[in-house]
């Protein structure tokens, strides 16, 4: 289950709530009784594979085109070394 961030809209006292996807919010703020709303963060991603411009531009601009597989570990590896 997701884990959920809440700020009382009087008071501002934040909390985090382990809820199922879809859920209400849990209820009034144990601080102080004001209304909760969702706070939305930030989260971290990560795009992997191929069809991502910071995968491909890794593949060399000669001919050999996504099939030159060879070419491209050799430059993984001189930006790994560097």
Not at 7 to 36: F, K, N, S, T, Y
Not at 46 to 64: A, I, M, Q
Request: glycine share 14%; aromatic share 8%; charged share 30%.
């Amino acid at each position: 289950m997701p884990v959920y961030e809440y700020v009382c809209r009087a008071c501002g006292h934040r909390l985090e709530e382990i809820q199922p996807m879809g859920a209400a919010a849990p209820g009034p703020c144990p601080e102080c009784g004001g209304e909760l709303r969702r706070v939305y963060s930030r989260v971290g991603v990560r795009f992997s594979g191929w069809g991502f411009s910071s995968t491909d531009k890794l593949l060399p601009e000669r001919g050999g085109g996504r099939k030159d597989f060879r070419a491209l570990r050799e430059k993984a590896e001189e930006i790994r070394e560097s």
